[in-house]
């Protein structure tokens, strides 16, 4: 079917709005009970102890970079499994998603690799001692779960891709609450567990990583009851599907790792000049997530429509869901925009709550400003990532690479080059708020010059 032979009503923005919501509301549940849990697992450690929180922001930053390019390629799951539905070879999609899993299950030597070397490698970003210790034992512990996360993150798209995302809002509420649960018994102690502190929180993370992954799978088979996905019978290696999820997936997961990798660079450089600015960027990035993560539903949901629009109806309609998307995003963020610029001080009441060392008071007090450059950028970051979004559901992955990685070397490179022997923290913000604009300005132009609507992955 073309987009000529869709009934009027499929035309409609009302119509074309009201499909949009129906898979990125619970998409964006599912990725704000994400930033949810981080923002209350790191507040928690602040409670705890303000240096762990310190710690989680660069070690998790870190076992995130480690396992970005597997989660990249397993994310392309969803958008390849749309083209499968739109194209009506839903028999494919569980031949398919088994090599997701056998990808990630390759994975699990390279993880078990990082978490041994992880002191060694916090070592080399010449950090305060004290940070290094609190970092490695982060890290370790978080890589624990590292398969876990991939494999969620593979099997997930099982369900993003047959447009079945209240699966994944629920799997995710009840993840995060388990998360939290334990975040309060492992990091404070509680009878006959012991304070753990931040191995606690982290210990917590991966245990919620293995119960999404488990959750997944089994439901994946109670869909696959009648035998329509061919899951059950179709467990083989296959060489020509595996290659085709790299094809896509790679440039994905290479784009997660240059934009973790040039953030974390930027992190580990502002951790160069103490606890204290390291502890206040943690608290500003705290509420950045929060409004950060919850587009990421959004993002997959553009995905998912383009994918299958493209098939299904034609690249017009592909392009309506896509400025639906934008405009969901727009509105979000701008509430958070206004939000940092006349309640920041309200924010940082929550850091406040269990009364604040005077380090932490003076975190506390810098974060409020650095608040005023979230806003100056969450807009533009809610554009770049639906577009990419756009652009991975149509197959123009390598494109979206080039980008990420010109803009991460950019904005690292002239944050080094030109770095100031005073005001080193704001500079570096300026290098994060370039880098984010230089992103969406790239992304629409890509979008509006159009290449997107010729490519197909099936």
């Known amino acids: 079917m073309n987009q000529h032979n869709l009934p009027p009503s499929e035309h409609s923005f009302r119509f074309i709005f009201a499909e949009l919501l129906v898979i990125a509301v619970p998409l964006m549940v599912s990725a704000g009970t994400f930033s949810l849990v981080l923002f209350v697992d790191r507040t928690l450690l602040l409670w705890y102890d303000g240096a762990s929180m310190s710690a989680s922001m660069a070690g998790g930053n870190f076992f995130w970079v480690s396992i970005c390019l597997p989660i990249g390629i397993a994310s392309m799951t969803g958008a390849i499994i749309s083209q499968y539905v739109g194209a009506g070879e839903e028999h494919k999609i569980g031949r398919f998603l088994w090599q997701s899993v056998w990808l990630t299950l390759l994975s699990t030597p390279f993880f078990a690799w990082v978490a041994y070397q992880a002191d060694d490698l916090f070592r080399l970003t010449e950090q305060p001692s004290e940070l290094i210790e609190a970092e490695t034992t982060y890290l370790r512990w978080l890589m624990v779960g590292g398969v876990g996360a991939v494999l969620e993150n593979a099997l997930s798209g099982f369900f993003s891709g047959t447009e079945r995302t209240r699966v994944i809002m629920w799997v995710s509420l009840l993840s995060g609450l388990l998360n939290v649960i334990l975040d309060l018994l492992l990091i404070f102690g509680a009878g006959p567990i012991p304070e753990m502190g931040i191995a606690g929180a982290a210990i917590a993370s991966s245990l919620a990583f293995w119960f999404k992954a488990i959750c997944f799978g089994l439901l994946i ?238």
């Open 221 to 458: 088979f109670y869909y696959d009851r009648d035998n329509r996905y061919q899951v059950r019978s179709s467990i083989s290696f296959s060489g020509a599907l595996l290659t085709k999820l790299l094809f896509f997936g790679f440039p994905t997961g290479l784009m997660y790792v240059t934009e973790a990798g040039g953030f974390t660079a930027i992190v580990l450089r502002i951790g160069r000049l103490g606890d204290i600015p390291l502890r206040a960027t943690t608290m500003a990035i705290n509420f950045n997530m929060v409004a950060f993560i919850p587009l990421v539903g959004v993002s997959i949901a553009a995905s998912v429509l383009v994918g299958r629009h493209l098939i299904e109806s034609g690249p017009g309609r592909a392009a309506k869901s896509v400025f639906a998307a934008l405009l969901v995003g727009w509105g979000y963020s701008l509430l958070w925009c206004v939000a940092y610029l006349i309640f920041p001080g309200v924010m940082m009441q929550l850091y406040e709550f269990n009364t604040p060392t005077a380090d932490s008071a003076l975190a506390i007090s810098i974060a409020k400003g650095l608040l005023k450059f979230v806003a100056f950028y969450v807009v533009m970051d809610a554009t770049q990532l639906i577009l990419a979004g756009a652009l991975r559901g149509a197959g123009d992955t390598w494109f979206v690479l080039g980008t990420g990685l010109m803009s991460s070397v950019l904005a690292f490179a002239i944050g080094v080059g030109n770095e100031p022997s005073e005001g080193q923290l704001h500079w570096w913000w300026w290098m994060i708020t370039m880098w984010v604009w230089l992103l969406a300005v790239c992304m629409a132009a890509r979008f509006l010059h159009g290449k997107w609507k010729t490519m197909r992955m099936v």
